[in-house]
């Protein structure tokens, strides 16, 4: 049986790659370590939050004490780190909490690993570890900077991060790909595109257009709105983690994308068409500092190492996504 620690499992992403785990594989058991901050919400896994295979544990990963007693208490095996301050708005005004969640957080989850899975903790030259066990980073591609009209992210480019929170996210993988050179710990890195689906906290483009267009109010829209994202389905992203998880090779990085890359303006544009709204609602506003222009990956390596592909087009999950936000209780700011 496999014990799988999931931190940042209340999130958008983490609740839903929690929600496809612990029905998906009713054997394996399911620990979720979360702060619980603005971004995390509880309600996100009401449908297994009483399933004999998922326990939830309140706590931060920064907190070195209360992580080593995660991984006595329930023999963690595993680990898929979403934990991570993740708006890049909120990195310009603040950045000290995104270093020291995705940087130090990272290592203290990563020497929790070390000192519990190795098979002789005490010899520093040990690089021997338990059957089974796997640290999996989830990153994204903004690690990788702004791209130009033409050509795609590959996992083997230089890391050029051009926000606190992309520059975060870098040193996290970094001190990933660092624990693995150094001291063998078996780790794996996924780099995503930009995620949507239903639960997303309202900071992020899709859902704030979706809550403000059913309310009437005025869509955002930074600078020109012609910047590029490839947009990936949650559901997705998570079938892709489940495939690293189990096949991917030790030490590896893999970008994950959904093929499907739409400039801001074509999504809010479409959204107001889906839910008959007027154009007039947009607002184009003072663009951010540091916005990168386009992201776009290369899916190569995973689909044909892994036999991952997304399964959803971008008009697909952007229907299903309104129609599931449509009735419920927004976020409160």
């Not at 594989?25 to 896994?45: C, S, V």
């Not at 992309?166 to 996290?172: L, Q, R, T």
Request: charged letters at 20%.
């Amino acid at each position: 049986m496999r014990t799988i620690l999931v931190t940042g499992g209340a999130g958008f992403i983490g609740s839903n790659f929690i929600k496809m785990m612990v029905n998906k594989y009713p054997h394996y058991q399911i620990i979720n370590l979360d702060a619980l901050t603005y971004a995390g919400n509880l309600e996100n896994l009401s449908s297994v939050a009483t399933a004999p295979n998922y326990q939830f544990v309140k706590a931060d990963i920064r907190d070195r004490q209360a992580v080593e007693q995660v991984f006595d208490t329930y023999g963690i095996d595993t680990v898929v780190n979403f934990a991570a301050q993740t708006h890049v708005d909120r990195s310009i005004d603040a950045s000290e909490v995104f270093l020291t969640t995705n940087v130090v957080g990272t290592q203290i989850l990563l020497d929790a690993a070390k000192r519990f899975w190795k098979v002789n903790p005490d010899d520093n030259y040990c690089r021997e570890y338990k059957p089974g066990v796997k640290f999996l980073q989830i990153s994204t591609d903004e690690v990788y900077g702004s791209l130009g009209e033409t050509g795609l992210f590959v996992e083997t480019m230089p890391l050029m991060p051009n926000s606190p929170y992309a520059a975060s996210k870098a040193g996290g993988d970094m001190i990933v790909r660092a624990y693995h050179q150094t001291y063998g710990l078996p780790v794996n890195v996924t780099r995503c595109s930009n995620n949507y689906g239903p639960n997303q906290h309202p900071e992020k483009l899709i859902p704030l257009m979706i809550q403000n267009c059913l309310a009437g109010k005025p869509l955002p829209v930074y600078g020109d709105g012609l910047n590029v994202r490839d947009w990936l389905y949650v559901d997705d992203h998570c079938s892709a983690i489940d495939r690293v998880l189990h096949k991917g090779r030790s030490g590896e990085v893999y970008n994950i994308g959904g093929n499907n890359e739409k400039t801001n303006i074509e999504i809010v544009r479409l959204i107001i068409n889906i839910l008959g709204k007027s154009e007039e609602l947009i607002q184009f506003v003072k663009d951010r500092p540091g916005h990168d222009r386009r992201y776009a990956i290369d899916n190569t390596k995973i689909t044909t190492e892994l036999g991952w592909k997304p399964v959803h087009t971008f008009e697909q999950g952007i229907r299903e996504t309104i129609q599931k936000t449509k009735g419920t209780v927004p976020f409160v700011f």
